[in-house]
């Protein structure tokens, strides 16, 4: 094992991610940012230097549990304080083991601004993944708005309330096309066919392949909300990982991906090698307003700028939802995965509900909409400092009498900036709870992503959670993942067990949501936390701390 040097910059630059000029966060002059790549075992030092102008900066290193260096988890207000203008900060964690993952920012609403990148993590010399691949492709996928993020934030957060909408772009690796199509000639689209010397920014990345071989596909979401379905034309894919766990194989035509997941899908090149091959992105779960992404697998010998000869594949219905439900509950742990405790110590039921709070629109979960204090949690706690954040801690469940199917009858909620201390080493079952949103007959799909851990995915349901419906939890071979979707108006069962100190968080990766309050906090284990940097607690009540 290895430390793995990097000095990153963060700044604004100028860019055309969907071939219109905006301003993107980049990290030394690169949009999406520089890839990580290491080997289970290295130790990532990442010293990042904000040349930001007027904001602070944080990156988090999704799907890395920073086991032993909770101060490392580049969560502003959790694990560290954002970093000022013109400072560096230092990251040093470990990458303990393989897998597909990413970074983005988690301060404010930066991953929306583009600051993003993937983290790839291959087995430590002298081991095997439980598959045999001969190439590899990374993927990506990001979803843009030509509203700026600062607009955005603040229109979410104004009476009237103003959404941000449906993205103007879908990106597949910072690259998309708004003004032109790649396939005009097959779907007619209000616009023509672009065409590329491929030196534009955002010209698409074409997938090189040989033909008779397999190739391991890497596909991440870091979409600020788009849900999305990838499909190859002519090819099928074999799931092998999900979110860093390997998973029993299993073939699909199409792949939905929410934002904080990742997958790992085989692919086999046996196409007839005299043709290019569509691969097409699209939306889910909500009424597409976007275009599909396209991108072209290219087999060698054929020329890349060849168009595929046949229209690119279409993305199922946006609202079928029990295709979604299909892909999703065929997701299995490989045999031979570590399995979950048979039983837990604590349930925690968490109601996603949308809300008012003084008339501004916000998400709450069991009525408390997540604000975030100045001082980071994993300083006002390790240190007692009582007047951190809101020492009440917020329910392990909502009242029963609460119909999931209909708007709230009392829509009001609070703001609070509580935590659930969780004992170190219990086992926490959590019960995400869908509901009706603010309109009628209107529910969403959530991802929700966890720091710090894995979890399993025991179950999902319908309509309300019910005691007794444990019993149909899968013990046996349920998938470890660290994000988790709950679909309209149901349920969602995770386990996992607190065994990393630290403070934690746990969010909806809707990144306006989380921004409107989707969020909770969990702290385990504190007092067992090693010494802090203390650069990582350089604001709020720890600043003059001497730690
Ligand atoms: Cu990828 Cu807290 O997020
Ligand atoms: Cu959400």
Known sequence: AKARHFKWEVEYMYRSPDCLEHIVMGINGQFPGPTIRAKAGDTIVVELTNKLHTEGVVIHWHGIRQ???????????????????GETFKYRFKVDRPGTYFYHGHYGMQRSAGLYGSLIVDVADGEKEPFHYDGELNLLLSDWWHKGVHEQEVGLSSIPFRWIGEPQSLLINGRGQYNCSMAASFSNP??????????????????????????????????????????????TMVVVEADGNHVQPFAVKDLDIYSGESYSVLLRTDQNPSRNYWISIGVRGREPKTRQALTILNYSPTSASKIPTSRPPVTPPWNDYNHSKAFTKSIYALMGSPKPPETSHRRIVLLNTQNRVNGFIKWSINNVSLVLPSTPYLGSIKFGLNHGFDQRSPPDNYDSSYDIMKPAVNQNSTQGSGVYSITLNTTVDVILQNANALAKDMSEIHPWHLHGHDFWVLGYGEGKFEDGDEKRFNLNNPPLRNTAVIFPYGWTALRFVADNPGVWAFHCHIEPHLHMGMGVVFAEGVHRVGQIPREALACGLTGNKHN
């Open 190 to 235: 209000a616009v023509g066919q672009c065409k590329f010397r491929g030196n534009e920014q955002c010209a698409p990345q074409i997938l090189k392949v040989q033909p008779n071989k397999t190739y391991r596909l890497r596909i991440a979401s870091t979409t600020a909300l788009a849900s999305l379905n990838l499909a190859i034309q002519g090819h």
């Open 67 to 85: 086991l032993g260096t909770p101060w490392a988890d580049g969560t502003a207000s959790i694990s560290q304080c954002a970093i000022n203008p």
